[in-house]
């Protein structure tokens, strides 16, 4: 009885992200059939070139989480943590980019991670995350304002520019003020009490943020405590995010005015600069900045198509190996963790 109910419960969970994965293809359909139009003006051995690129990106993002969970988890794989990087994508485009945290606390949860631990884990990787995409954000606009090419550029969207990396710089500093000052911390809470008590429908949500804020400050001393974790996290993000930027580099290598290098640091200024504009999943705010950039040195016809490359090796393709884990997880035999779910479906 109990086999033929876990049979049951398995085949139900299996549909259950196969129905997902439909919905999403609904949800995302017109985006999807524009991609996909575009990548067929683009050659089969570019669009590998760029998969590859996008390969790598991902198994620096599960080489920086497997660096973390380690520090709570010490049999933690590195495999585990690139299991993790897909399966969050996935869940970001089927919640319009709220559910990834969440996804990654549950999985690193089911490796025996407490889920505190495993909460402050996911914000530090924001806050390294951030400070990476400043970083180079900063470095590329500093390239760019020292080209000749694109100093001109510069000049037409210097406002737009600054503002980005002000906005960008902020909120690092912010982030690192309340991970490295008690003061800062003491003082954010109180002001989200003093919040809470002006706005009392909101109560629930202060509660959860000012957890977040203690989460951030106590996980983010411990990392900071380890310095090499830290600087090898931080590097590891530099060269995830140069090979991201790497694509649109590839894609456009002799067709437009600008060389290589140019191309990276004009890609590091347009994601640093999608990052400030709020939309879900980041959807749009990419695609304006990057035409309206890059379209100053290229054709639409040769812009568009990198675009949707991008976002197809970016975007799709993790979405789609981020659903095939995660229906690893729910089919497969011993696919799923002892400690947490199983502990659900024997209740």
């Keep these: 009885m109990k086999t033929t109910r876990k049979k049951s419960k398995t085949i139900i969970s299996g549909l259950i ?6 919905i999403a293809l609904l949800i995302y359909r017109d985006s999807l059939e524009e991609i996909l139009r575009g990548i067929r003006e683009v050659s089969f051995p570019a669009i590998l070139v760029s998969a590859l690129f996008s390969l790598l ?9 497997y660096r973390m969970a380690a520090l709570y988890a010490p049999g933690y794989r590195p495999g585990y943590g690139i299991a993790t990087a897909y399966r969050c994508e996935f869940y970001r485009l089927i919640t319009f980019g709220n559910g990834a945290g969440i996804a990654e606390i549950h999985y690193l949860h089911r490796k025996g991670i407490e889920r505190a631990s495993a909460a402050g884990i ?21 390239v760019l304002l020292s080209s000749a090419q694109t100093q001109e550029l510069c000049r037409d969207y210097l406002g737009f520019l600054a503002a ?10 912010a982030l690192l003020a309340v991970i490295l000052s008690d003061a800062v911390m003491k003082a954010v809470l109180w002001l989200l009490d003093s919040i809470a008590v002006r706005f009392p429908a909101a109560g629930t949500k202060i509660t959860a943020l000012k957890e977040q804020v203690r989460l951030l400050n106590r996980s983010g001393r411990e990392l900071f405590s380890r310095k090499a974790v830290l600087v090898q996290n931080i590097l590891l993000n530099l060269v995830k995010f140069i090979a991201a930027y790497a694509i649109p580099a590839y894609l456009l290598y002799g067709k437009q005015a600008l060389s290589p290098g140019e191309c990276v640091a004009l890609m590091a200024v347009v994601y640093m600069l999608a990052g400030v504009i709020p939309t879900p999943s980041g959807i749009g705010s990419l695609e304006f900045v990057y035409l309206l950039f890059f379209g100053s040195f290229a054709e639409p016809e040769v812009t568009v198509p990198s675009l949707l490359v991008f976002r197809f090796v970016t975007w799709i393709l993790p979405f789609a190996v981020g659903g095939l884990f995660c229906l690893y997880d729910r089919i497969v035999p011993g696919g799923r963790s002892k400690n947490y779910e199983d502990k659900v479906m024997e209740n």
């Design 164 to 173: 980005g990396c002000v906005i960008t710089l902020l909120i690092v500093l």
């Design 57 to 65: 990106y991902f198994g620096l993002e599960g080489a920086i989480i």
């Design 122 to 142: 996911s914000i530090l990787q924001f806050v390294i995350k951030k400070v990476s995409v400043a970083l180079l954000g900063s470095l590329g606009f500093l």
């Design 17 to 22: 992200v196969l129905a997902l994965l439909a």
